[in-house]
């Protein structure tokens, strides 16, 4: 049961551009979203992140917004650069269960194009 | 200030083999959490210790156990091992249930 769900496997965007990558979640429970950015051979990269309370948050470049009713987050960068070029993951979390337990999506490679 | 660290990087083991995996969290922080991801997948949550309890464990075999120490550091063990356990072990650690950052990892693969 994938409870977190990146449709798109990857993405090709030109430098300069708006990336938009997208999550899908089924747990009404989950109220803390978070996205990483993953290198070859390294650890996940914290980005940003939301609360249920919120519909937008912004850190730059990075915006990601939530759609509770639809049960739906994306991820806006803004604009695109080579260096992001990665591995992107969205994680959930439901903060009430006091366990910290994140559920990862299963990724969305993305390109950047100079 | 120092990131989360792990130790070993990489580690070959066979079958049967039993694995101890090590991780320091960054400074002030008082919860670990362990995760697996094998190729082409998010990683899975495997336990969540703070302040030396579990606080939760994911849906792996009793072959898996952790503890944490009073420095808050972390070991993950591993017994009986099968080709099925090669994969990348993520270390995170938060101040609690908050926002987890991750050390690079360790790759273990199991022959």
């Known amino acids: 049961d994938q409870q977190v769900k990146q449709n798109s496997p990857s993405l090709s965007v030109q430098e300069g551009r708006i990336s938009i990558l997208n999550c899908d979640y089924t747990?009404?429970?989950?109220?803390?979203f978070l996205w990483y950015k993953k290198y070859p051979a390294e650890g996940p990269t914290f980005l940003i992140s939301i609360s249920s309370i919120k519909d937008k948050n912004e850190d730059g470049r990075f915006t990601v917004f939530l759609n509770k009713s639809a049960k739906h987050l994306s991820l806006h960068i803004v604009p695109s650069q080579p260096g992001d070029s990665a591995v992107y993951f969205c994680?959930?979390?439901?903060?009430?269960?006091?366990?910290?337990?994140?559920?990862f999506g299963q990724g969305t490679t993305l390109q950047v194009k100079p | 200030d120092a990131g989360v660290t792990q130790s070993p990087t990489h580690l070959i083991k066979t079958r049967g083999q039993h694995v101890t995996l090590r991780c320091s969290p960054i400074?002030?922080?008082?919860?670990v959490s362990w995760y697996q991801q094998v190729l082409g997948q998010g990683p899975q949550f495997i336990f969540q210790y703070y302040e030396k309890e579990e606080r939760g464990r994911g849906n792996f075999p009793d072959r898996f156990s952790a503890r944490q120490f009073p420095n808050y550091s972390s070991e993950l063990n591993v017994n009986a091992l099968l080709l099925g356990d090669s994969a990348l072990y993520l270390c995170?650690?938060?101040?609690?249930?908050?926002?987890?950052?991750f050390g690079p990892g360790t790759r273990l693969t199991v022959l």
């Open positions: 994680a959930a979390s439901a903060f009430s269960s006091n366990t910290g337990k994140l559920i």
């Open positions: 400074s002030g922080h008082k919860s």
């Open positions: 747990n009404s429970m989950f109220d803390y």
């Open positions: 995170a650690s938060s101040r609690a249930t908050d926002t987890q950052y």
